[in-house]
């Protein structure tokens, strides 16, 4: 089977590296001549582990191919839709790039097709798509046949080599037995231990997405929550979580306190979720609150330092680690890093930042004047952002930040105050070795 793969972001790129690496054949296309042009240069358009040892050895098989040009791209019997669906300004998720990919193919389908939605989006956007491409190909009288397909994607940024190769299950939305069959043998290779796919509606498919995000969304959310109340009650919330997690329940995973959730996906999604519900009339009273503690809690970096800092944030240097908004990737999209350093820089203060991946990505997030003033400096690593600082704000938990010099620091730093947006150190460990420390829900 030949595949085509619309649009080589962090999904597309991903899933049509895997695919390639599964035996198909796999072009992706991307109307970003820039990106096409560097992938074909053989350069790492984003950070993502392993992703480009396999690109590589993939081209070199000539199983996989990155082009620009429709004309080349059109060839082929199923074509994934891995655009973006970015939050529109109302909260609902903007579907310009789906309906402009669904146009393209049904303008220039050669031959009888399967379209399959991996892009995150609202219920109903399968009969969209399905209407777009009948448009276009009865425009030109056109008898070509195609199915429609919703197969949501769960890989997560940082390990989505593993989370594709090896998921924990594959949705699949569907119409036709044809189209099952074809998806089917398509995934065979992902399958073959056990079966991992689970059929349903398109819609059903399209809501399993939302859902799945949201859900995470809302354990993380409810757990800042209890740090918070921890920390009012003096209980350490790391304890709590252990003790808690312990039930296999409830378990252990995002149950890690800290300064929110940011990406490119939960925030949309949640945001998405409220949109649709109350479109349709319904008041999602825990999604809002999901979205509204996500919010406070990306500002409490800023309160818990600038408490530290007696109120005086003003003229003050801080170093901040990690500006990605997780480990792993260097994608910045909604990071709480972006909410501190704005903060910082309006207060009056300045920022040394460090990050072992989004240091260029970081350029864009923030004014070009704030760079030019000084109130921001990029730094090549963790301890010179440190240098004659009056705190140390940890943001992102890269291994990189896990086991630092801490005699280093504290003889680099202005003051050795250390504010832990993810629980990396204890107080007793940070304390004994002359740190002011203060940790999320502890
Ligand atoms: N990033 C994730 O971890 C993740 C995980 C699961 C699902 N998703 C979902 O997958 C979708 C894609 O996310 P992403 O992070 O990969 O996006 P991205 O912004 O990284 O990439 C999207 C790409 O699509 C290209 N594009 C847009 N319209 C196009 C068109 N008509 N023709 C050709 N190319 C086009 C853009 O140039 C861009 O390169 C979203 O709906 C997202 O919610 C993302």
Redesign the pocket.
């Known amino acids: 089977m030949k595949l085509t793969i ?9 899933t049509g590296t895997c695919f390639a690496d599964m035996g198909h054949t796999v072009c992706c ?4 001549q820039n ?1 096409i042009d560097r992938l074909n240069n053989n350069e790492r358009v ?1 950070f993502e582990p392993y992703l480009f040892e396999m690109i590589e050895s993939n081209k070199n098989d000539y199983r996989l191919g990155f082009t ?1 040009s ?1 004309d080349e ?1 059109i060839d082929a019997d199923i074509f994934f ?6 939050s529109s300004e109302d909260g609902s ?1 903007n579907l ?3 309906i ?2 669904a ?2 193919l049904g303008k220039n389908a050669k031959r009888d097709f399967t379209v399959v939605n ?4 609202p219920i109903g956007t399968g009969d969209l798509v399905k209407e777009t491409i009948s448009e276009e190909l009865r425009k030109r009288d056109s008898s070509i046949k195609f199915g429609v397909i919703s197969n ?6 940082g390990s ?1 080599v593993n989370d594709f190769l090896r998921p924990d299950r594959i949705v699949v939305g569907y119409e036709t037995e044809e189209a099952k069959e074809q998806m089917i043998e398509l995934y065979r290779s992902f399958t073959l231990h056990h079966h991992k796919i689970i059929f349903m509606s398109i819609r059903s498919a399209e809501m399993t ?1 939302y859902v799945s ?1 949201s859900m995470l969304a809302t354990k993380i959310s409810f757990m800042n929550e209890i740090s918070n109340i921890c920390e009012l009650l003096k209980a350490d919330v790391e304890d709590v979580r252990r003790g808690v997690g312990s039930d296999e329940r409830i378990g252990y995973s995002f149950t890690y306190p800290g300064c929110g959730y940011g ?3 939960f925030p ?2 949640v945001e998405a979720l409220i949109y649709l519900a109350e479109q349709n009339g319904f008041d999602p009273q825990i999604l809002k609150s999901v979205k509204q503690r996500n919010f406070n809690q990306k500002k409490l970096l800023f309160k818990k330092l600038s408490k530290s800092l007696n109120n005086e944030v003003k003229d003050k240097s801080i170093a901040v680690w990690g500006l990605s908004f997780k480990p792993e ?1 260097d ?1 910045m ?1 909604e990071a709480p890093s972006i909410t501190l350093v704005k903060e910082i820089i309006e207060a009056g203060g300045t920022v040394k930042a460090y990050d072992p991946a989004a240091m260029e990505v970081s350029r864009k997030y923030f004014d070009k004047e704030v760079y030019d003033n000084g109130s921001l400096e990029l730094v090549g690593n963790p301890y010179t952002a440190a240098e004659n600082a009056d705190a140390l704000v940890l943001v992102t938990e890269w291994k990189v930040f896990r086991n630092p010099d801490f005699a280093l620091l504290k003889s680099l730093m202005k003051k050795p105050v250390i504010i832990d947006g993810r629980n990396q150190y204890t107080r007793t460990n940070m304390e004994n070795q002359g740190f002011v420390y203060e940790g999320m829900g502890k």
């Open positions: 619309i649009g080589t972001g962090y999904v597309g790129l991903s296309y991307d109307y970003d990106k984003i620009s429709l791209a839709i891995c655009v973006g669906t970015p998720a310009e790039y789906v402009e990919a146009k393209q991996k892009s995150t989006v949501p994607e769960f890989l997560k940024q989505a997405k995000n990406g490119s996906c949309k999604d990737t994608d999209r």
